[in-house]
């Protein structure tokens, strides 16, 4: 993640640590990257919202800063109480590694705004509990609102039960908070950020976030 | 000696430990004494077929160690191998049969855990794993289970720990119905001039303990599981195997890699098998130093555990380092930042004694290198199993001819050795740290190289690990060279340039004949095999008694390959990258059925002798495969083994992100089926869009090679060079049958 944002969209990230309790004064956005905070024991990112640090993210959050989870991140978001919704073991009971189509159902700043409505995007999942579930009245409010930014579809773009990988209601793999500016996604646009290694369409959610912070005026 | 009472030492005791009458009197003569309970657990445990290799010395010595890239071989916690501008790759595999079998998910995650810490142990970041697995029949309910738990439990530490599974290995044989193989690679990369060693010099150094507590688990684990064959009571050895815990590794490789950053360290070992005595002992030993340990200070899980369970737990993710004197606050403010245990242990001594204090009392006081160093080595009897004669047999006249190609090749395909593994791949990250180039399914994996500044360099490391079993039990030298040269083959495809290797050699009771001589020719085929591909064996590990009530598995020493690309970007893939290309065949096919999967599975035989192995051939073929790749003739090149050509060229067409067909023209005057599905060895299918220059290029190389067609539409076409086609399939309906083989047979599908 760090390599995608510094690297290949020469942004500068830093990386804050997790007993942190407050983030550095300059923050202008906030990467929750994937990877099995604790282990994923208890439940996945249950034990990691109480690190210090997630006290300063959600305050960052709540005054508006744009938020990003991928995977365990999106997870920990959830657990937060950032994000609607829960993240439940795959429906197969397997992790699964592969590359999937994402339908993109918003484009629009700060994390969608290199992309167009209905484009699909090639980026890896690989997660053992990345079901997204929300109960009906809140999905409905979560579809009424345009919360939905990626959903698993085929590589024309159409969404059905066989382009589930994991058994999401209504195939979602990305959602943000209601104000927008708080987005979690099961798929790692960090493992497609180059062409000879996953491809490039990463960067289309990627860059988007850094041309967002960019328009604000810094990095 | 507080309220606790240990038993009576004696030889019936020592016998319970797995020692001889022998070596309980060496243990006397060396002491001058009776052995305390814990001495004894040490003696039993250091001299263990695990941790002595007792059995495999004779033969490992003579394996060739050394090359012109080698900076570590044998005898360190893994090889360390040049890859230029200050790198290395530090790699090894070890085996975790016995404890997966017994508790598939813990066993499979705690070997990979181990063989990680082989790796960060020497300061090096662990990058890429491989697996390579081995089961009964698949369709055994009891090896469905295994598969499931094993994948998951690779999956499972692997994953967490941030650590790509980038390839590997599954079969399924009846030989493996009472004993599966789960054998682990990892690889790092490290800094030349930041090699970390097991050593515990300077006197008055501490030696410190991090990572996990030491609690009950694993006591004999490594060193009683793993040295005596099963029997009907194995499921009560529950008890030996460890658990793992990925996120306490993932701290422990952080910090120790944080540390390693200092100059604080003096030496670090890993408390793998026999936990704290191994780990000691080796430091001390490969230093000429004694250690002064104190087991209050060691931190526990439990209470009221005494010495002998403290010094031979096998608890997970612990290591034992010795620091500079005076910097020990600097070593603990590291491990506490990553909410680890730390605490110094004991001292480096100059007396070459282990001295182990308990409760104010001296329990145990034994020299060092008799212990270490003078392990027994034994020089097992060896003989020819009685019925090799009869297992060579096979009269090619007499196999009935195959009548229908098509149902041949799609038998093959979905045979669960044959078929994708993909339902395995899956459950493994193949992508974390971002640098996997080619991931699972080709013929070798290849990743990415970052240097010292943590950025991507030009260089790429290709790995690939193999055995053909069923060719080991039939000539078990061949066979061993036949997997070295796989290996070696499936790297070079990528067009990187073999390095070096390292095996797991999994074998039966040592104690019986026939399996040492099986022993001792596979091990004479590896030495053979890497002397003349010049890639030397810089690590290994040894898994005897992998038997099951006196039924012994096929000889199996697994062979993994490294091997380095200078351009990363300029590799090989293993499928036909797309429609209009020529397909040129290198090397021969003869005519060559003994020890082949048509001959197993549609003859129902396994007999004959294995395709015969030619290492000049195939050392001139690396030369080949690596220039043409790096003159960018070679776009595609893919190994020609299990199923032989036919197999291969449908892999080739439908592994690809596109299916890409092709009509093939076989010359040649063998029987039909030998050149389809006949296994000869030396040969890889490569497509290029100049065949002219690529088969002068062969020529200039001395390896054989042939035009024998070209890919496009979305057939499969093989047949003579005249007359009917004997194949001509869609492409799609085999991939059909290759693809959800497994998931299928698991009712997942």
């Known amino acids: 993640m760090r390599f995608a944002f510094d690297s290949v969209l020469k942004a500068s990230a830093q990386l804050v640590w997790h007993k942190e309790p407050e983030l550095p004064p300059e923050t202008r956005a906030v990467v929750l990257p994937g990877g099995f905070s604790y282990g994923d024991y208890l439940r996945c990112g249950a034990m990691a919202q109480y690190s210090p640090v997630m006290a300063a993210v959600r305050r960052f959050a709540d005054a508006g800063g744009p938020v990003l989870g991928v995977c365990n991140g999106f997870q920990v978001l959830c657990e937060t109480g950032l994000l609607p919704g829960a993240l439940l073991r795959n429906q197969n009971l397997h992790f699964g590694c592969e590359f999937v189509d994402l339908r993109v159902e918003r484009a629009s700043p700060p994390f969608t705004s290199r992309t167009a409505a209905g484009q699909v995007l090639r980026i890896p999942i690989k997660n053992g509990e990345g079901a997204y579930f929300a109960a009906p009245r809140e999905l409905e409010r979560l579809e009424a609102n345009g919360q939905v930014v990626l959903r698993y579809c085929d590589e024309s773009g159409a969404v059905g039960e066989a382009s589930n990988p994991n058994g999401s209601v209504a195939n979602i793999a990305g959602i943000t908070n209601e104000r927008g500016n708080v987005f979690g996604l099961m798929p790692h646009p960090e493992h497609a950020v180059e062409a000879a290694i996953g491809g490039t369409d990463g960067l289309f959610l990627l860059g988007s976030l850094v041309d967002a912070v960019r328009a604000a005026g810094s990095l | 000696m507080s309220e606790y009472r240990e038993p009576v030492v004696d030889l019936a005791l020592a016998r319970e430990h797995g020692l001889t009458d022998e070596e309980y009197a060496r243990i006397v003569e060396i002491l001058g004494r009776t052995p305390s309970f814990p001495e004894l657990g040490i003696f039993s445990v250091m001299w263990s077929e695990h941790c002595s290799y007792k059995s495999s010395k004779k033969y490992l010595k003579k394996l060739p160690t050394q090359g012109a890239h080698v900076l570590h071989g044998p005898g360190e916690n893994a090889g360390v191998v040049d890859i230029g501008d200050g790198l290395a790759a530090v790699f090894k595999m070890e085996s975790h049969n016995h404890p997966s079998f017994i508790a598939p998910v813990q066993g499979a995650a705690t070997g990979v855990g181990g063989i990680l810490r082989d790796v960060f142990t020497m300061g090096a970041r662990p990058v890429a794993n491989l697996d390579s697995l081995r089961f009964g029949p698949l369709d055994q309910p009891l090896h469905q289970y295994l598969l499931a738990g094993v994948v998951e439990g690779v999956g499972s530490y692997g994953n967490a720990v941030g650590v790509a599974t980038v390839g590997g290995e599954t079969q399924f044989h009846p030989c493996y119905a009472g004993n599966i193989l789960v054998n682990a690679f990892n690889l790092g990369i490290i800094e030349t001039d930041k090699i970390f060693l097991a050593r515990a010099s300077g006197v008055g150094n501490p030696v410190i303990y991090v990572g996990s507590k030491t609690g009950r688990d694993g006591i004999h684990g490594a060193s009683l599981l793993a040295s005596a064959e099963f029997d009907a009571e194995s499921e009560a050895k529950l008890p030996t195997v460890q658990v793992g815990d990925p996120f306490t590794e993932k701290c422990l490789i952080e910090a120790c890699l944080e540390l390693m950053a200092t100059d604080a360290v003096v030496g670090i070992q890993d408390m793998g ?151 395995i791949y899956r459950q493994y990250d193949q992508l974390v740290q971002g640098d996997s180039a080619i991931r699972p399914g080709g013929d070798a994996a290849l990743i990415r190289v970052r240097g010292r500044d943590g950025e991507p360099t030009a260089k790429g490391l290709a790995m690939a690990v193999d055995c053909n079993p069923r060719w080991c039990w039939l000539d078990p030298h061949v066979g061993a060279m036949a997997a070295v040269a796989e290996a070696a083959r499936n790297v070079a495809c990528t067009g990187a340039r073999p390095l070096a290797l390292t095996n797991c050699l999994n074998f039966g009771n040592p104690e019986r004949p026939e399996i040492m001589w099986e022993f001792a020719e596979a091990t004479r085929g590896i030495s053979d095999a890497a002397r003349a591909l010049e890639t030397p064996v810089v690590s290994g590990n040894v898994s005897f008694y992998n038997e099951t009530s006196g039924r012994a598995i096929y000889p199996t020493p697994t062979i993994a390959v490294v091997g380095l690309l200078e351009n990363w970007q300029r590799h090989a893939v293993s499928h036909f990258p797309q429609s209009g290309l020529s397909i040129v065949l290198f090397g021969e096919s003869r005519e060559e059925l003994g020890g082949s999967e048509w001959l197993a599975q549609r003859r129902g035989l396994e007999a004959g002798l294995p395709p015969a192995v030619d290492l000049a051939h195939e050392k001139r073929l690396h030369g080949l495969l690596a220039a043409g790749v790096a003159r960018e003739l070679i776009r595609s090149a ?73 890919t496009g539409g979305a057939r499969l076409s093989v047949g003579p060079v005249e007359g009917d086609s004997w194949l001509d399939v869609e492409v799609a309906s085999l991939c059909e049958c290759w693809r959800d083989a497994i998931p299928r047979r698991l009712g997942e599908s």
């Open chain 2, 273 to 423: 098998a026999a936990g704290l005595t191994c780990s000691s002992f080796e430091m001390a030993s490969l230093s000429g130093t004694g250690i002064a340990l104190d087991l209050d200070a060691v931190p526990q899980r439990e209470t009221g555990m005494i010495p002998y369970e403290l010094l031979l737990s096998e608890s997970q993710e612990r290591m034992l380092l010795v620091a500079q004197a005076g910097r020990e606050e600097e070593v603990a403010e590291i491990f506490r930042r990553w909410d680890l245990d730390v605490a110094v242990v004991g001292r480096v001594t100059d007396d070459g004694r282990m001295r182990i204090q308990w409760k104010g009392e001296t329990v145990v006081d034994i020299p060092v290198d008799p212990v270490a160093k003078s392990s027994p080595e034994l020089d097992r009897p060896v003989a020819r199993p009685a019925d090799l004669g009869e297992r060579q047999k096979l009269d090619h006249a007499s196999i009935a001819p195959e009548e229908d190609f098509e149902a041949a090749l799609r038998e093959l395909l979905g045979s669960p050795n044959l078929c994708s593994k993909e339902w």
């Open chain 2, 638 to 710: 893919h190994d020609v083994s299990d199923g032989g050509l036919a197999v291969a060229l449908a892999e080739c067409a439908f592994t690809g992100p596109e299916r890409v067909g092709a009509t093939v023209r076989l010359p040649g005057t063998i029987r039909p089926d030998a050149l389809l599905f006949g296994e000869s060895t030396g040969r890889v299918i490569a497509t290029t869009s100049d065949a002219n220059a690529l088969i002068e290029l062969a020529k200039q190389s001395g390896v054989p090679a042939e035009r024998i067609g070209e």
